[in-house]
């Protein structure tokens, strides 16, 4: 492990970014990401063409948490060790593959391990019903590869409520070889200036910016998929104005049931199952609260 002296989310950050691809990129360099990595997206910001993601007031709450969480852990799992600092290193043998750790442990035993600290929100709570989503599953077995270590530990934070998590996170050294293999192979793209193959969902304008005036002829595929295009969007906008209507007659029914009530009420339980708020154009902006059905 070759540790580097960088503060998280500097320039200087940033540009040792761009000269490996760091754990958290590697769901997303290998195309098993369940957000919106994908290896050519990966690629794109190596070499500088990439959309600029970075969030500074995302960064911010991020960071911010982070104390929170490792406090969390070392007040309530105290049995996990020592927490301390994190710092970026880059693996000796895969130069290609780096980590930023949020914090380390030294555990009872003495070893150093990986604790990284997470948050998620009402919107992404979901991703955890199952337990750990495979994007960290991925980022952790490259922390522990580039650490050396044989497990990582992930706490996360569920914000907007008081529950916190943390799971202990075992390396397998098979996974981690072909993760470091398949990672192997894109660093080779990038260097070599050599695009992967796009995937459905990459955002092929950033690969083919417009060269003004260029034209193509299209053959014969070109023609049965763009015929294929016009069908499926005729098809759509008219399921679209379907649906539409009858949302706009299931509003008139309610609200003619409503009068000038502004909440319907379940008549079992009491609750609030639909309620209504007037916009600026003075019409009616009906909302079900979630996970509430008459």
């Known amino acids: 492990m070759i540790r ?4 998280p989310d500097t320039p200087e950050w940033e540009a040792e970014r761009r000269h490996s691809i760091g754990a958290s990129e590697v769901a997303a360099a290998v195309g098993e990401s369940s957000y919106d990595g994908t290896p050519l997206s990966v690629y794109l910001d190596k070499i500088g063409a990439g959309r600029n993601a970075f969030d500074p007031i995302l960064s911010l709450i991020g960071h911010g948490e982070e104390p929170i969480i490792a406090e969390w852990v070392a007040r309530y799992h105290p049995e996990v060790g020592e927490v301390g600092p994190g710092f970026m290193a880059r693996h000796e043998d895969y ?9 380390v442990v030294r555990d009872p035993s003495g070893r150093m391990v990986p604790l990284q600290l997470k948050t998620s929100t009402v919107f992404v709570r979901h991703k955890w019903n199952l337990g750990v989503p495979v994007d960290y599953l991925i980022q952790e077995e490259i922390e522990c590869l580039v650490m050396g270590a044989p497990y990582a530990l992930l706490a996360v934070h569920h914000t907007g409520t008081t529950e916190f998590e943390l799971y202990k996170l075992p390396a397998h050294p ?5 993760l470091a293999q398949v990672t192997r192979r894109l660093w080779d793209c990038i260097e070599k200036r050599t695009p ?3 995937t ?3 955002d092929l304008a950033r690969l083919y910016p417009a060269s003004e005036g260029k034209q193509v002829t299209a053959d014969d ?3 049965d998929t763009l015929e294929f295009l016009r069908e499926t969007a005729a098809q759509r906008n008219e399921v679209v104005r379907e649906y539409k209507a009858m949302e706009a007659d299931a509003k008139f029914q309610l609200e003619q049931f409503m009068q000038d009530a502004t909440e319907i009420l379940d008549p079992y339980t009491g609750r609030t199952v639909h309620t209504w708020k007037p916009t600026k154009n003075g019409d009616r902006r009906h909302y079900t609260p979630k996970g509430e059905k008459p």
């Open 174 to 178: 098979e996974r981690q070889a072909q």
């Open 95 to 103: 130069p290609w593959l780096h980590a930023s750790f949020d914090r």
């Open 221 to 223: 595929d070109t023609l």
């Open 200 to 202: 459905l969902g990459d």
């Open 4 to 7: 580097v002296d960088v503060v």
């Open 196 to 198: 992967p193959p796009p």
